[in-house]
């Protein structure tokens, strides 16, 4: 197991809870009173206010156009590679033909000389 940063009373801070032990906080500390809430939160390292803001990250919608914004711009640079790789190919292909022909020619000349 991953060892956890911890406060100096020995509780791990908020920020170092798994999503799983977030939503297992959240479930743990789901139908307590106020004051059953405090006490598990003092219990734990944490603040009501810190649970009340992970179930409002669990539950809120996803940004829309947020991912298409983001799809776009992936398609958009794959589409830039894919022109910079084809490219490139034609460019070794065409380097790959002058070897050949520069082979060719020397071999050329080399039969003349003898």
């Known amino acids: 197991m991953a060892h956890q940063q911890t406060s100096a009373s020995g509780e791990k801070r908020a920020a170092d809870w798994s999503p799983e032990q977030r939503l297992q906080a959240l479930l743990d500390t789901h139908n307590l009173s106020e004051s059953e809430l405090n006490a598990w939160c ?17 539950i809120a919608p996803a940004k ?42 020397q071999a050329l000349w080399e039969d003349e000389d003898k």
Do not use: C, M
């Not at 219990?43 to 009501?48: K, N, S, Y």
């Not at 829309?64 to 894919?82: C, H, M, N, S, V």
């Open 42 to 58: 003092r219990e734990h390292g944490l603040f009501a206010h810190q649970l009340a803001e992970w179930r409002a990250q669990l």
């Open 64 to 105: 829309p156009g947020g991912d298409a914004t983001e799809l776009r711009r992936l398609k958009d640079e794959i589409t830039t590679l894919q022109r910079q790789i084809n490219r490139k190919d034609k460019a070794l292909s065409e380097a790959a033909a002058l070897l050949v022909l520069q082979k060719k020619y």
